[in-house]
Structure formats: structure tokens, C-alpha cells
Nanobody, 125 residues
Framework: QVQLVESGGRLVPAGGSLRLSCAASGRTFSPYAMGWFRQAPGKEREFVAGISRSGAEIYADSVKGQFTISRDNAKAAVYLTMFSLKIDDTAVYYC???????????????????WGQGTQVTVSS
């Protein structure tokens, strides 16, 4: 498994922007597809965005046009840039890694074996 550490979460006002980072270590990063998930209190963990090892991006419909995922293989990192944040975006955000075949990126949490500890994003009114 690859080790993942998220950072960048904080309190941000509604309408603000934020960039989360996820640093990977322990394995060669480039073959991994990466996903961002979030979990709000009392809710299940949900898919937010994913990026394949070749750089293809997918998004949950709820964040399409609002969030952008990117990766930097040289830095072994994946990022989630969030714009126009809403109170409903408040959650713990997790990154996950998996060696999917081809350009596939999973949307279900149980498709991923490696997870970070999460970073809290709180959007205030």
C-alpha cells in the first residue's frame, strides 16, 4: 500500500476557495489512480473526484464545475481545488489510491485500499 497524508483543510467562508493536498509515499506514485472522497457528520463517505494514472478526471455531479482535481507525479501528490464553497461542502476530505487497470477510476470507497487520515473542511456562513 501507498501511504497518504492530506493537508490544507481549514475553516473558510461560504463562497471562498481552498486547495487540498495529498502527499503519497512508500510506492511509486505514477501508476496509481487517485480519488478524493468526503464524509459529513452522519453521512456515508461519498466520491468527490478522481484522476486516473494517465490524468483523466472524473467528478461527482454535485461538484462538477466547482472542484478540480490534479496530480503532480514528480511530487507524488494529488490536489483538490475547490471554488465557490458552500456550507454543504463541510466534511472531512480523504484521498485514496488504487492500482486500477487502464484509465479506470473507481467511484466507490470499497474499490480503494490506501487511504489518508483525512483533513477537515468547514465552510461557514
Amino acid at each position: 500500500q501507498v501511504q497518504l497524508v492530506e493537508s490544507g483543510g481549514r475553516l473558510v467562508p461560504a463562497g471562498g476557495s481552498l486547495r487540498l493536498s495529498c502527499a503519497a509515499s512508500g510506492r511509486t506514485f505514477s501508476p496509481y489512480a487517485m480519488g478524493w472522497f468526503r464524509q459529513a457528520p452522519g453521512k456515508e463517505r461519498e466520491f468527490v473526484a478522481g484522476i486516473s494514472r494517465s490524468g483523466a478526471e472524473i467528478y461527482a455531479d454535485s461538484v462538477k464545475g466547482q472542484f478540480t482535481i490534479s496530480r503532480d507525479n514528480a511530487k507524488a501528490a494529488v490536489y483538490l481545488t475547490m471554488f465557490s464553497l458552500k456550507i454543504d461542502d463541510t466534511a472531512v476530505y480523504y484521498c485514496a489510491a488504487e492500482l486500477f487497470g487502464g484509465s479506470y477510476v473507481g467511484r466507490a470507497p470499497n474499490e480503494y485500499d490506501s487511504w489518508g487520515q483525512g483533513t477537515q473542511v468547514t465552510v461557514s456562513s
